[in-house]
């Protein structure tokens, strides 16, 4: 068991990515890919009922990087490492520091679907999980219905582990079953 989790790093990196936790300033570029893909983000994510004003994203961009520094949270910015672009957004999020075990989320600017970068990002964050933060158990969860966010689970090997029934309204009101994928240390 951790008494205390192990440091955070500044950034990770994978073959095309750069995902490193948000700062000051983020607002803007994560607001101009959160409207591109507004349409995907509102029928999958909670948090976009919504199209956030670039002061509500700077806000967001603010509490994650202050959550990152007091180690309460790992939120994560995708940048592709040729261009310098903000392409995505995931992060590590801790549930029980004692087990430790945490939740993966994600989401991928419109233009940049389909290109695995997502797959490749939650494999580096389940690398790191595992052998830097010593999780004992990670989740993936998602709409039953969100069939691409269901493969990016199952390609990184998370195996489905329940059938949450009416688990969540989603943003139109309608309730949702919620997909729950689980990683165990090999
Ligand atoms: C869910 C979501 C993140 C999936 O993004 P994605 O781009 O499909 O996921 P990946 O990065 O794994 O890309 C997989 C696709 O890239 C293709 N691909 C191309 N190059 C690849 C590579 N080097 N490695 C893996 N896949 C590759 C795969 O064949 C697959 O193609 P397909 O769409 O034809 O099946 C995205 O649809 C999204 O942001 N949706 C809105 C928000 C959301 O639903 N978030 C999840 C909430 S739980």
Same mark, same amino acid.
């Given at each position: ?24 300033? @983020? ?16 029928? *999958? ?10 002061? @509500? ?5 603010? @509490?994650? *990087? ?10 994560? $910015?995708?940048? @592709? ?7 995505? %957004? ?16 994600? *989401? ?8 695995? $970068? ?16 010593? %999780?004992?158990?990670?989740?993936? &969860?998602?709409?039953? &219905? ?8 199952? &390609? ?6 329940? &059938? ?23």
């Amino acid at each position: 068991m951790l008494s205390t989790p192990p440091p955070f790093p500044p950034q990770l990196e994978t073959a095309r990515l750069i995902l490193r936790p948000p700062q000051p300033g @983020d607002g803007q570029a994560i607001n101009d890919a959160v409207r591109e893909t507004f349409a995907a983000l509102t029928q *999958w994510m909670p948090w976009a009922k919504t199209m956030p004003t670039v002061d @509500d994203t700077e806000n967001f961009a603010r @509490d994650g *990087w202050s959550r990152y520094h007091a180690q309460e949270d790992y939120p994560l $910015l995708l940048y @592709d490492k040729e261009t310098g672009i903000f392409v995505g %957004a995931s992060g590590l999020h801790p549930h029980d520091w004692r087990v430790p075990k945490f939740e993966i989320g994600y *989401w991928i600017r419109a233009s940049r679907e389909g290109q695995g $970068l997502v797959t490749e990002a939650v494999n580096e964050i389940t690398r790191f999980a595992f052998e830097a933060q010593g %999780a004992q158990r990670l989740i993936i &969860r998602c709409d039953s &219905r969100n069939v691409r966010s269901a493969a990016v689970a199952e &390609r990184a090997g998370y195996v489905l582990e329940a &059938r949450l029934h009416n688990d969540l309204r989603d943003n139109t009101g309608a309730l949702r079953d919620t997909l729950q994928y689980v990683r165990f240390p090999d």
